[in-house]
């Protein structure tokens, strides 16, 4: 394979890396693509497994039928066999129609079975008569139909290892396995961890309109001496983690230290450590000062359609130009002035007037405000606590009553 082809491929789908095993991998791809060649794609996960199969249906003479990537260990083990080989009306509770299931849709295209290893061994029998002779019999029918189908399967578990356990066939193994296809780990991909490093800077960047973070010598080597269990998704997420809560855009080793897991032989991702003295305390304290904004803000807006809610029953049930008999006029709770904010409605709290009849909401809130403010020698910040208020929505009131002079 000429080193264009290869580079314009990785161009065509974003695939970063230079690596010999990377490029090996590309390229069985590429010569097996034309073939109906059944295609096993083996390696960890988050290596990039998930665009191989892609890239063979698209350079095969399938190109222009179908292509169906299924995960095969999300589907729950008591319809996967009709999902793929599809049923017949009535064969089970909710089977309301035929369905041809993927086998049958995918018919002269190409099915990419992800996470392979998770098939159920029933299911695994059914795989595996319809790689050999392309013939299968849907959940509940009688007939055999005939397909053809390219398969391209993968899986990030040890297959052998299933093998030897009895979680999987053997002979579908072969089958599955005509032409395997190894991705390497990203521990072993040498600078390409700096390139992809670099994407998904570059993405993160673009997408958020900010600085891209470049990273200092030391650091790159860093990156390259560290073992990535979660490979390119693990890569990939501390960028983004990196490129989001780093305040500093040149990106020293102990910058990353504080994103890369300590144990090494972990495959969890980098938590957020607080000590030393960097600004995450900082960064968190923003977040929740954020968060508690926010809930302010729904509080107000609470209130606020609480009151907009009490406003059009009135209008509802107030005749427009008499005042009503105190008897129509709705019972308002007063609100203890320990109540949490969440809670509390301000303007509900009313201290109990004597004779409403001349009085609309408005005015009630307005009396309410006069009174918390007098009884607090005009202190807005008291009033505003004292009616479970926010300050902003006090000075609101205040403003809109013209009692803010
Ligand atoms: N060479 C690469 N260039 C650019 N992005 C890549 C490359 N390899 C992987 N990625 C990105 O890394 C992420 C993980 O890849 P992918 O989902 O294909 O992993 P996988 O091998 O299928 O893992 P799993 O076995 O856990 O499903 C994806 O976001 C993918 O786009
Ligand atoms: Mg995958």
Known sequence: MKSSELQSIKQRYNIVGNCEALNHALDVALQVAPTDLSVLIVGESGVGKEIIPRVIHDNSPRRREKYFAINCGSIPEGTIDSELFGHVKGSFTGAINDSPGYFGVANKGTLFLDEVGELPLATQARLLRVLETGEYIPVGATEVRKTDVRIV???NVNIRQAISEGRFREDLYYRLNSIPIQIPPLRDRGEDIVLLFRLFAMQMAEKYRMDKIVLTEEAKLMLMRYKWPGNVRQLKNITEQISILSTERQITPEILARFIPQDQETTQLATIHNDG???????????????????????DMRREMSTLKKQIEDVKTVPSTTVPA?????????????????????????????????????????????????????????????????????????KQYGLDK
Do not use: C, M
């Not at 003295?277 to 968190?284: G, L, V």
């Not at 403010?373 to 009131?397: F, P, W």
């Open 277 to 299: 003295d960097h600004s995450f305390e900082n960064e968190r304290e923003i977040l929740y000062k954020i968060l508690f904004e926010l809930r302010s803000n729904v509080n």
């Open 153 to 155: 399967a993968a899986t």
């Open 326 to 398: 105190s008897s129509t006029i709705p019972t308002i709770p007063t609100i203890p002035t320990t109540a949490p904010l969440e809670d509390a409605i301000a303007e509900e709290y009313v201290e109990p007037v004597k004779e409403p009849e001349n009085l609309n909401l408005d005015a009630w809130s307005r009396q309410a405000l006069e009174k918390a403010l007098d009884r607090n020698g005009g202190n807005r910040k008291k009033a505003a606590l004292e009616l479970g208020i926010s300050d902003r929505t006090l000075y609101r009131r205040l």
